[in-house]
């Protein structure tokens, strides 16, 4: 049971068949990034219907090439565009959030390569503007989520020399965050524990 | 002269060749649009390197039906989708920022007709996190733009009989924004004048 500071309360069912597909999938590059994103979507929209936050996915930059009119506006070429900033961000009791999710299919280790200079930027200047800055990271394969800080992996990324965060370093820098029913991912009992008093 | 509570001080320079550059468009409704966000860009670019605020812009999103992976990932049928949400948001001061920027050809009153029921739903959620949402308005025949507080505009958009926002309302209730150098446009000054010592 998880009580927010608005007062509401629920409970949280574990989601057998989602636990199922979830292991039965075949880890291809386009499900894994949409289990992640898609419960983490999912989640977005419990917290937007309860009140309890408002956070948006920044659609998929595409630049466009060419449009045909002839049958309404049909783009006919265009390419997908590195994102330059995070996945996500939004507001909570005023604050602004910002985080990037991302999943892998290593069992021991995160690899930086995961994650663009350009997004590292991004979350530096959001943490300069005291924004909140965070990454959820999905180690698919071992069915477990961690929400990490970004000063730390900011920190990791430009003074380490490792190429991967060790797994063990989630355990001990990170919050596992807690697959349920509703919310899917239950991230922002997380930034209430870390933030909710500041 | 402008002074930020930061202490930066940046004098403004009228820049002639864009304002006859203004002058002599077309006003067609492409050239419209990009004036405005191209201004609101530029100024969100020199808020950022000047380390005042950031605010990005949010993709327009595209729904992608095919795409030909057989030389590289080429997009070869989509259509774009309506923003469900607003252009802009971001970080200042730790306090999520939201609006729209929105431009019009009438010189008399802004028509509500520009403005989708989905973004005075996601406006009146970002005020009940207590985010700062707000309206760019530009009457490009009158070179006017405005700062609108996104309250007016939902209270005026749920409660009145009009179905555009008069003219006199903006020189009432909104905040004119000075056209400049360097930014564009500078917004920031009115939520310093709003929000500054909150």
């Given at each position: 049971?998880?009580?927010?500071?608005?007062?509401?309360?629920?409970?949280k069912k574990p989601k057998k068949s989602q636990q199922l597909s979830r292991k039965s999938n075949?880890?291809?590059?386009?499900n894994?990034?949409?289990n992640?994103?898609g419960d983490?979507?999912i989640?977005?929209?419990?917290?937007?219907?309860?009140?309890?936050?408002?956070?948006?996915?920044?659609?998929?930059?595409?630049?466009?090439?060419?449009?045909?009119?002839?049958?309404?506006?049909?783009?006919?070429?265009?390419?997908?565009?590195?994102?330059?900033?995070?996945?996500?961000?939004?507001?909570?009791?005023?604050?602004?959030?910002?985080?990037?999710?991302?999943?892998?299919?290593?069992?021991?280790?995160?690899?930086?390569?995961?994650?663009?200079?350009?997004?590292?930027?991004?979350?530096?200047?959001?943490?300069?503007?005291?924004?909140?800055?965070?990454?959820?990271?999905?180690?698919?394969?071992?069915e477990?989520?961690?929400?990490?800080?970004?000063?730390?992996?900011?920190?990791?990324?430009?003074?380490?020399?490792?190429?991967?965060?060790?797994?063990?370093?989630?355990?001990?820098?990170?919050?596992?965050?807690?697959k349920g029913y509703t919310?899917r991912l239950?991230?922002?009992?997380?930034?209430?524990?870390?933030?909710?008093?500041?």
């Amino acid at each position: 049971m998880i009580k927010y500071s608005n007062g509401q309360i629920f409970t949280k069912k574990p989601k057998k068949s989602q636990q199922l597909s979830r292991k039965s999938n075949s880890f291809s590059h386009g499900n894994r990034g949409m289990n992640l994103e898609g419960d983490i979507n999912i989640s977005n929209e419990y917290y937007k219907i309860k009140g309890l936050c408002l956070i948006t996915k920044r659609p998929t930059p595409i630049n466009v090439v060419k449009v045909d009119y002839s049958k309404g506006a049909i783009i006919t070429n265009a390419y997908f565009e590195k994102q330059s900033t995070t996945d996500y961000n939004g507001v909570w009791k005023g604050r602004y959030i910002d985080f990037e999710a991302k999943s892998t299919l290593k069992t021991t280790s995160f690899p930086l390569a995961n994650i663009s200079t350009h997004q590292i930027e991004h979350l530096k200047h959001v943490l300069k503007h005291n924004g909140i800055a965070f990454f959820i990271i999905e180690f698919a394969r071992l069915e477990k989520v961690f929400y990490l800080d970004a000063k730390y992996v900011i920190d990791f990324y430009e003074n380490s020399e490792r190429k991967s965060i060790p797994y063990g370093q989630f355990l001990i820098h990170g919050y596992e965050i807690k697959k349920g029913y509703t919310p899917r991912l239950d991230y922002l009992v997380i930034l209430e524990e870390i933030y909710g008093n500041s």
